[in-house]
């Protein structure tokens, strides 16, 4: 079982639309979720992260935790093409100085 | 500007041929850290460094080394190189490494290994 799994997609919406990305992880004492955008060519950029159990909302995007299910969920309201990215899930796993990554899902925002 | 580099950005070489991709960044971090990105995997850890002369390994340190004589510079040396070592490579920083800080990425380095 990997430890961040993430669909890989191409996962596409309309634009305007809602985009729903998912993440699953397996080690229950993570505490540290992180998501980052990643353009083709590009290095990862940072978008979000959040700890607590709930919702975490920046501009069009939110981030939701549920620890007790092992999920972690980004959605992007008002979906631009420009959203038409990459997104890597990340975990801080097994202590402070490992970032695990899930391979990323292809999200594809068409006009 | 606050900025990890990453040199060279785009490298072919050989099979055995040792190699030095250099890393270095401009804001006074602690923790550095090399990752390498392959289709389907994702991005897993090489090799990390909490603070000069500390370095440990990360999930992929096989065919690696690294070294950590300077607060800003991380470079990732290949003694042999292989073809399973074709990947993009990149090199990130934060302050201390701990949970509420991000990693900032450098722009990536791809190597080719024939």
């Known amino acids: 079982q990997k430890e961040v799994e993430q669909n890989s997609g191409p996962l596409s919406v309309p634009e305007g639309a809602i985009a729903s990305l998912n993440c699953t992880y397996s080690?229950?004492?993570?505490?540290?979720f992180f998501w980052y955008r990643q353009y083709s060519g590009k290095s990862p950029e940072l978008i979000m992260f959040?700890?607590?159990?709930g919702d975490k909302e920046d501009g069009r995007f939110t981030a939701q935790l549920n620890k007790a299910s092992q999920y972690v969920s980004l959605l992007i309201r008002d979906s631009q093409p420009s959203d038409s990215a990459t997104y890597l899930c990340?975990?801080?796993?097994?202590?402070?100085?490992?970032?695990?990554f899930g391979a990323g899902t292809r999200l594809a925002v068409h006009p | 500007e606050a900025q990890v580099t990453q040199n060279p950005r785009y490298l072919i070489t050989v099979t055995g041929k040792k190699l030095t991709v250099t890393c270095s960044q401009n804001?006074?971090?602690?923790?550095m850290s090399w990752y390498r990105q392959d289709p389907g995997l994702g991005l897993r850890q090489i090799y990390y460094?909490?603070?000069?002369?500390?370095?440990d390994k990360g999930d992929v340190p096989e065919g690696y080394k690294v070294s950590r004589k300077e607060k800003r510079n991380f470079p990732l040396i290949l003694e042999s190189p292989s073809p399973n070592q074709t990947s993009l490579y990149f090199c990130?920083?934060?302050?201390?490494?701990?949970?509420?800080?991000?990693?900032?990425f450098g722009p990536g380095t791809r190597l080719l290994v024939l």
């Open positions: 990130a920083s934060s302050f201390t490494g701990t949970s509420e800080e991000t990693q900032y």
């Open positions: 080690d229950r004492g993570s505490q540290s």
């Open positions: 959040i700890y607590s159990n």
């Open positions: 990340a975990v801080l796993s097994g202590g402070y100085n490992k970032l695990i």
């Open positions: 804001m006074n971090h602690e923790y």
């Open positions: 460094s909490m603070n000069v002369e500390v370095t």
